[in-house]
């Protein structure tokens, strides 16, 4: 995806809003009917006079604690007892009973930042974004259950428009989808062996999982724009276990040596130089593991996926400094091919760009207003505007396009033949410590 050139800072929110889960509780009194009276009665009291109404007695609404301040610094979630089904059905929110979300893996900083760790200044500081982390902490954990769960039914002979919308939808119920609120941060990527990125089926694909295939996995959640981007390689032949052991440890160098004051061009030697350290055999052929040299990790932004940095995974890049407060995704890429990709096939992925200009297409003028709707800045897919009943849309995104409106991001090939590794996590470079936030048991 094409990277926008604007400003990484993240507004600061100034408060944590309670989630709470409301329950109505009745009194077990009864209520007697006021209109029934007695043969006789005297309407102005005595003997006979009519029963007096009990009114029935009702509990104030209970709300759950309030995700406080101190404890989402502290990640002290407490688990509400609810175990996880499969296929995943129970939301997140669900699962923490006082609205707080497990922290990703802490890095403390190292060198002249060091002094961060323990700074009583700096942890001030993350009060104020207190209620930020927690948004990108619960979807982060919606990407690890669902990850999961798609771990255990990924195999050869499955259908990939089966995976990627039994994918999308487990996203949408773990994160409890609400328009631009909370949701899918960007179509899920399906790549198969020479294909590197930007791969999701189109309606009507029939491509299915074989043995040989190498598959990358891509896919994103979001809480209020705040974005998980995380990807990792899923093979059913441990012939491969060389390409991936290679990417796997390249991503986990760029997250070492991510940092505030670290330099994006010294982070792209360093992921090469492991990358590249490294070779597999394929059919009695030895092949060099190298470096996507034209792929890149990225700055990440609220509702924008690309924020404005890149992350080289070779030598050669951009001194430009990292910074407090951003959000990175960490991605590199390892092909056994001519290590460049170049855009390829029937295109899927779509993301409005920051022109504007009059749509004079009536179909395409409400096309916009969709996108616009639902998705805003976000990445989408045709698949999706066909399920959402915009089925014959071909002509007016092909309009919107050629006005610049909206941009295509094609599928990214290397050589035909080869094979491509890809593991992502998504960091955050807060006041006192680095958080890998997607980090989970399995890689």
Not at 100 to 129: A, F
Not at 348 to 371: E, G
Request: with cysteine; net charge negative.
């Amino acid at each position: 995806m094409s990277e926008i050139q604007s400003k990484t800072e993240v507004p600061p929110k100034t408060e944590v809003p309670p989630k709470t889960v409301e329950e109505e509780e009745e009194s077990d009194d009864e209520e007697e009917d006021s209109t029934k009276v007695t043969e006789g009665v005297n309407p102005t009291g005595g003997e006979g006079a009519a029963k007096k109404k009990k009114k029935k007695n009702k509990k104030k609404k209970k709300a759950a604690p309030v995700a406080s301040a101190a404890d989402i610094i502290d990640s002290k979630p407490i688990p509400s007892g609810l175990v996880q089904t499969n296929p995943p059905t129970i939301p997140v929110s669900k699962q923490f009973s006082n609205g707080v979300y497990p922290m990703g893996q802490i890095e403390e900083y190292r060198d002249s930042n060091s002094y961060r760790t323990t700074s009583e200044e700096k942890r001030l500081e993350e009060r104020i974004h207190a209620n930020i982390y927690n948004d990108v902490r619960r979807a982060a954990e919606v990407h690890r259950q669902v990850r999961k769960y798609v771990q255990g039914i990924v195999k050869p002979g499955l259908g990939l428009t089966e995976l990627v919308e039994s994918l999308e939808n487990a996203s949408r119920t773990l994160i409890e989808a609400d328009g631009l609120k909370a949701g899918i941060a960007f179509p899920t990527g399906v790549s198969l062996n020479h294909i590197a990125a930007h791969f999701t089926p189109n309606t009507g694909d029939k491509t299915v999982l074989k043995k040989d295939d190498v598959l990358k996995i891509d896919f994103g959640t979001h809480v209020n724009g705040y974005i998980i981007d995380c990807a990792f390689t899923v093979t059913f032949d441990e012939k491969y276990d060389k390409l991936k052991e290679a990417v796997r440890e390249a991503t986990n160098t760029g997250i070492y040596h991510a940092g505030i004051d670290a330099r994006l061009g010294e982070i792209g030697a360093a992921i090469q130089e492991v990358m590249e350290s490294h070779e597999i055999e394929l059919n009695g052929k030895t092949y060099p593991i190298r470096s996507i040299r034209n792929l890149n990790g990225h700055s990440i932004r609220p509702y924008v996926i690309h924020g404005g940095k890149t992350v080289p995974i070779v030598r050669g890049g951009e001194m430009t400094k990292m910074e407090e407060g951003e959000f990175y995704a960490i991605e590199t890429f390892g092909s056994t091919g001519r290590a460049q990709v170049i855009e390829d096939l029937e295109c899927s992925h779509y993301m409005k760009t920051d022109y504007q200009t009059t749509v004079r297409l009536p179909r395409a003028k409400q096309l916009l207003q969709y996108i616009n709707k639902n998705y805003d800045t976000l990445c989408f897919c045709r698949r999706w505007l066909d399920k959402a009943g915009e089925d014959k849309h071909i002509l007016a995104l092909n309009n919107l396009c050629d006005l610049g409106i909206i941009q295509r991001h094609a599928p990214l090939v290397d050589s035909k033949g080869s094979y491509v590794a890809q593991y992502e996590h998504t960091l955050l470079l807060k006041p006192t410590a680095k958080e890998v936030l997607s980090r989970g048991d399995d890689y």
